[in-house]
């Protein structure tokens, strides 16, 4: 066992997975030669070999598309888009594609393959860098959509993905790849070499895909967050003084109903918090089952807390992203409520 | 001094419209035999002028000739026959029953039937097609089950893909028949992928993509190509140009290039045209590139050319856009008549047989359709449970959708 960051954490999951299982395959913009712009896939072409992890030509479309012809191969393709902003070329290879071959072929045809790709802001990329685009997948049928918090899920969350026989769109916030973020941008941020969840283990775990993990325990309120979220509903909450209980959902779709439930049902509220814009944004679905499964326990109607509907700007990204304050602004008035 | 003079926006536009005259003239169109057959292992550079001609076998008096004629036997082009004959009235029967209300939708592949007939004898087994919907031949040649094809179309309660999936839109991993997708163009990618991983994997398989010439204008041919071009991945890159598109002729989408074959001239893909109304051509041609993939020298661009006579689909009106005389005006002819012909003139085959042959297989068509009715039709009859529109979504099913399937009381 040791401290790793997330980068590190999701490299060894690929290199697990790589080792054990000569069909997966590892490609994309940069990721074979030079390992990737955020370093993921680094050593894994010295490792396996050209056939194993090899670059791409810049053709986002070609490379899901050309990833699907390999899952009905046989091969387990683990695949990088460089970044989330830059899947929309292969969007329709992904919802029109993979995520509907098993279904359309009677289950002749299957694409057991993760997209794998970096989300989210805070790290002044403007536009073209920092967008969620989770609901864009959590929309479509036959897709699975799974968002780690740090290295130790990043790792078990990925293995298992890799092994998922559905294709499986995984989400890296990359505020988070060298260590946790709270949500202060003005403080400096500690490395996961100093935090508790960087402990990864050596080898081979998963964390199964489908199930949520309560982070913080508490009888007041439940925040239900993911990615960089987490961290930010923990200082928020320290904030507000309000004992809530922060629910790191890690999948999305499938998602964790009786958790969600079950933490709703004991506290009686419920906060909302994402990244992504606010309207349609996954946040709505999560209010709605809350709404559709707690109403007799809610002693408050659900907040959101979330994005702005505006595209994500460069020079007021604080303003844009849904730190600390807002979130505890929402703490405070679903307990007034 | 004057300004500038002002621009004008182009938009091509077909030779003639409904009311003119067809006119082909100015389709250049190479004589039987005439085009050289190179080795397999030609360099592309070497063979550029093969994106330009028409790779041709079987002259206007029936006779094989040239250097890419004397690969079939007498008996491979009688099996050759029948399969587009079948295909034929697989069709015209199938045509039929949408007409009928037996189905809601179908797409046939009259005058195409060469280029999937003889494509697919040249494929060994393991190797995978990946289709568009005008490629039933595969299926045909390939001994796929006719009654799965028609349970299919009916989405009845044998319909091997559960009614899931519209008409024609078939699949069967075992006959090397890629599920089609209704999304235009995105199989093509996904076939050099295919090929890319069984080269990654040292298998002797190759993968062969399928498009139509409209549909080259999608991102994802070129996708294709550029990947195919990059990984020199083993596959046949089949464009199957039958001038139209829907109502779209075929110059919307090729634009200022000379052909379709030359678009692959840039990525450093040997190309090559062939008429695909010519059975022995496509054959001969789809066994030099197969060849090639299999030897391990890369994909292959073959531009098909050929005529749609029939309409786009069950949903199309091709008067409205084009002559009605136009299919008969075109020169390439009818690639069963003159399979039909040539086998006469060798002997092997009579007017006489090819009448019987005609009755025959109707026969058969008629039989398996009245078996496959019995197993329902769209509208009436058994067809899948609603309860198996939840399976197959994932692997196993999630938890939201077990609830929604309890909700919808299946
Ligand atoms: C992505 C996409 N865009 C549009 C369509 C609608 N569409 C179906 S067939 C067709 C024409 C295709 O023409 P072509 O590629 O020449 O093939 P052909 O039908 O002539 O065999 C169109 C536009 C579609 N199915 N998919």
Redesign the interface.
Same mark, same amino acid.
């Not at chain 2, 699949?171 to 075992?174: A, L, Y």
């Not at chain 2, 990618?189 to 994997?201: C, D, L, T, Y």
């Given at each position: 066992m040791a401290r790793k960051t997330m980068v590190e954490a999701i490299r060894d999951a690929m290199d697990v997975c790589m080792q054990r299982d000569d069909n997966v395959v590892v490609f994309g913009e940069d990721v074979g030669y030079f390992g990737g712009v955020f370093r993921c896939t680094q050593g894994l072409q010295q490792k396996y070999g050209e056939s194993r992890c090899f670059d791409a030509p810049i053709n986002e479309s070609g490379i899901v598309g050309a990833a699907v012809g390999m899952a009905a191969y046989g091969l387990r393709p683990c695949i990088e888009i460089q970044f989330a902003d830059y899947m929309y070329p292969a969007y329709d290879q992904i919802v029109s594609e993979a995520a509907r071959l098993r279904y359309r072929s009677n289950g002749q045809f299957t694409a057991a393959m993760v997209v794998r790709m970096p989300t989210g802001g805070g790290i002044f990329g403007g536009q073209t860098h920092s967008q969620s685009p989770e609901a864009l997948f959590t929309h479509v049928s036959g897709l699975k959509t799974v968002v780690p918090c740090n290295p130790y899920d990043a790792k078990g969350l990925l293995i298992a993905a890799i092994e998922d026989n559905d294709p499986v769109i995984f989400l890296e916030p990359k505020r988070l790849y060298n260590g946790p973020f709270d949500g202060q941008h003005d403080k400096p941020v500690t490395p996961w070499a100093r935090h508790a969840l960087g402990e990864v283990p050596d080898g081979h775990y998963t964390v199964p895909l489908g199930k949520a993990a309560i982070r913080r325990a508490g009888a007041a309120v439940t925040v239900l967050a993911y990615g960089t979220m987490v961290f930010v509903a923990e200082t928020a909450a320290e904030q507000a003084g309000v004992d809530a209980e922060i629910v790191d959902l890690r999948s999305l779709v499938p998602y964790d109903l009786e958790t969600i439930a079950a933490s709703v049902a004991k506290t009686g509220r419920c906060v909302v918090v994402h990244e992504a814009t606010l309207t349609s944004g996954f946040g709505a679905e999560l209010s709605a089952l809350v709404q559709e499964n707690c109403f007799y326990h809610l002693e408050a109607p659900v907040m959101r807390v979330a994005g702005w509907d505006t595209p994500y700007p460069h020079a007021q990204e604080w303003d844009y992203f849904p730190g600390p304050a807002r979130v505890a602004r929402a703490l405070k008035a679903v307990m007034e409520a | 001094m004057s300004g500038p003079t002002p621009l004008s926006f182009h938009v091509p536009g077909p030779a003639v419209r409904p009311g003119g005259a067809p006119d082909f003239s100015d389709v250049p169109i190479s004589r039987a035999g005439e085009v050289r057959r190179p080795e397999v292992d030609a360099a592309p550079e070497d063979i550029r002028d093969l994106a330009f001609s028409i790779i041709r076998v079987l002259n206007r008096d029936s006779e094989a000739v040239g250097p890419w004629a004397g690969l079939l036997s007498d008996a491979e082009l009688l099996e050759g026959l029948r399969h587009m004959m079948t295909l034929r009235t697989f069709d015209a029967r199938m045509q039929m029953a949408q007409r009928q209300g037996k189905t809601s939708f179908y797409m046939q592949h009259l005058g195409e039937e060469a280029v999937s007939c003889a494509f697919r004898k040249a494929l060994a087994p393991g190797d995978?097609n990946?289709p568009t919907y005008r490629q039933a031949g595969l299926l045909i040649a390939g001994g796929y089950p006719m009654l799965d094809m028609m349970c299919q179309i009916y989405s009845n309660e044998l319909d +091997?893909? !559960?009614g899931?999936?519209l008409p024609v839109?078939y699949?069967?991993? =075992?006959h090397g028949f890629?599920?089609v997708?209704?999304?235009l163009a995105?199989q093509?990618?996904? *076939? $050099? #992928?295919? *090929?890319?991983?069984? *080269?990654? !994997?040292g298998d002797t398989k190759i993968?062969a993509g399928w498009i139509g010439d409209g549909s080259t204008a999608e991102?994802?041919f070129h996708? #294709?190509l $550029?990947?195919a071009s990059?990984y020199k991945a083993p596959v046949v890159l089949n464009i199957v140009n039958n001038q139209w598109a829907i109502s779209t002729f075929q110059g919307i989408a090729r634009g200022g290039s000379g052909t379709f074959a030359a678009r692959g001239l840039g990525f450093g893909i040997p190309a090559l045209r062939v008429d695909g109304n010519d059975y022995l051509a496509v054959h001969a041609v789809a066994r030099w590139a197969v060849g090639r993939a299999r030897r391990n020298l890369g994909p292959t661009l073959i531009e098909h050319v050929t005529y749609r006579v029939g309409a786009h689909s069950t949903s199309d009106d091709p008067s409205v856009y084009r002559p009605k005389a136009e299919s008969d005006a075109w020169p390439l002819g009818d690639p069963v008549l003159r399979l039909r012909n040539h086998l006469i003139r060798r002997g092997a085959w009579s007017e006489e047989r090819h009448r019987q042959a005609e009755a025959e297989i109707l026969s058969t068509v008629i039989a398996v359709q009245k078996e496959a009715e019995g197993h329902g039709t769209l509208h009436s009859g058994p067809h899948p449970s609603a309860r198996d529109m939840f399976e197959? $979504?994932? =692997?196993t099913m999630? +938890?939201?959708l077990r609830r929604q399937r309890q909700q919808g009381g299946v």
């Open positions: - | 995978m990946f +091997p893909l !559960k899931r999936q839109l699949s069967s991993r =075992e890629f599920t997708s209704g999304n995105t093509y990618i996904q *076939a $050099v #992928g295919w *090929a890319m991983a069984s *080269a990654m !994997k993968a991102s994802d996708a #294709g $550029v990947f990059t197959g $979504v994932y =692997e999630p +938890p939201h």
